[in-house]
Nanobody
Framework: QVQLRESGGGLVQDGGSLRLSCAAS????????MGWFRQAPGKEREFVAA????????DYADSVKGRFTISRDNTRNTVSLQMNSLKPEDTAMYYC?????????????????WGQGAQVTVSS
């Protein structure tokens, strides 16, 4: 089982940038796909981005493509989400999650471990 802890959330103005980091503990981090999800009040948790176990393959929701970048460092057991050109509609709690193994889908049900979340608020 992988334990996850997010950091780096905060308040930023429209058009600003933030970087979220997720520190993982436990074995087998480097063999698991990783993802970021977000959930706004009153809405379902939605997929943001995912990265393969090796870091070679990435996947993004259309709403963040071209603005967000997911990356990982398997030597440090970390995964990050660089968020640029932020919009008020990006405001949400952001969650880091680890997949069941090397593959993933955009459904939260395919991710087995979750962090406690980091709040991102974008003011207009």
């Amino acid at each position: 089982q992988v334990q996850l802890r997010e950091s780096g959330g905060g308040l930023v103005q429209d058009g600003g940038s933030l970087r979220l980091s997720c520190a993982a503990s436990g074995r087998l981090f480097s063999s698991k796909s990783m993802g970021w999800f977000r959930q706004a009040p009153g809405k379902e948790r939605e997929f943001v981005a995912a990265i393969s176990y090796s870091g070679v393959t990435t996947d993004y929701a259309d709403s963040v493509k071209g603005r967000f970048t997911i990356s990982r460092d398997n030597t440090r057991n970390t995964v990050s989400l660089q968020m640029n050109s932020l919009k008020p509609e990006d405001t949400a709690m952001y969650y880091c999650a680890s997949g069941r193994g090397q593959s993933w889908s955009r459904s939260p049900s395919t991710f087995t471990s979750w962090g406690q979340g980091a709040q991102v608020t974008v003011s207009s």
